[in-house]
């Protein structure tokens, strides 16, 4: 019922940058919490950054001071912008969002999005 589309990830060099986009659509009543986590081979998936309906954000201490996480309320989207890349960023980076369904009853949600690859190498 609820769809996450996102966009943006892709090959960049060592200290480049890239802008994920998520879009989320469907029966959604309103949207609480917007997130992005990301996945290593091998590795378990972490959180990167999430910012509240309110706009309070918080973020890894890995993506501190070079990530920043935003969001457009009208647009249900979030963006991640990622400045600063490093190697070690390289992952697949999901879109996280928790919400409420538009129901009769209270229905929340918490959907993910299908990954997008950032590839951070030289």
């Known amino acids: 019922q609820v769809q996450l589309v996102e966009s943006g990830g892709g090959l960049v060099q060592p200290g480049g940058s890239l802008r994920l986009s998520c879009v989320a659509s469907g029966s959604i009543l309103s949207i609480y919490d917007m997130g992005w986590y990301r996945q290593a081979p091998g590795q378990e998936r972490e959180l990167v950054a999430f910012i509240t309906r309110g706009g309070t954000s918080n973020y890894a201490d890995s993506a501190k001071g070079r990530f920043t996480i935003s969001r457009d309320n009208a647009k249900n989207t979030v963006f991640l912008q990622m400045n600063s890349l490093k190697p070690e960023d390289t992952a697949a980076y999901y879109c996280?969002?928790?919400?409420?369904?538009?129901?009769?009853?209270?229905?929340?949600?918490?959907?993910w999005g299908q990954g997008t690859q950032v590839t951070v190498s030289s």
């Open positions: 996280n969002v928790r919400g409420e369904l538009i129901s009769t009853h209270h229905v929340t949600f918490n959907s």
